[in-house]
Nanobody, 128 residues
Framework: EVQVVESGGGLVQPGGSLRLSCVAS????????IAWFRQAPGKEREGISC????????YYIDSVKGRFTVSNDNAKHTSYLQMNNLKPDDTAVYYC?????????????????????WGQGTQVTVSS
């Protein structure tokens, strides 16, 4: 099975920056999608970003546009989420998920269950 591991979370001050990484292994196809999600205490999980490895197309929700940037390293099957100007409302457990269907980024906001392989999450806390 495809395995996914997130890392890079931690405690940062408001306005600070953090970079998360997501490493996937066990692929049997060359084209896939990697999406980023987060879940704050007492709230539903929220899709925030997605990237297609085959052409680098990226997607963001409005609340993170201009602050977060997603990228990928195809050789390492890795996605990075650069998070700048962090706010207390960004506090959440951040997850990445991978799917071998290369067009999954079309559905990352509303159809989380379509992503087949999930990491266990990394905690991001933004506080003074």
């Amino acid at each position: 099975e495809v395995q996914v591991v997130e890392s890079g979370g931690g405690l940062v001050q408001p306005g600070g920056s953090l970079r998360l990484s997501c490493v996937a292994s066990g692929f049997t196809v060359d084209d896939y999608a990697i999406a980023w999600f987060r879940q704050a205490p007492g709230k539903e999980r929220e899709g925030i970003s997605c990237i297609n490895n085959f052409d680098g197309t990226t997607y963001y929700i409005d609340s993170v546009k201009g602050r977060f940037t997603v990228s990928n390293d195809n050789a390492k099957h890795t996605s990075y989420l650069q998070m700048n100007n962090l706010k207390p409302d960004d506090t959440a457990v951040y997850y990445c998920a991978v799917d071998s269907q290369y067009d999954r980024c079309y559905y990352y906001i509303d159809y989380h269950d379509l992503f087949g392989a999930w990491g266990q999450g990394t905690q991001v806390t933004v506080s003074s």
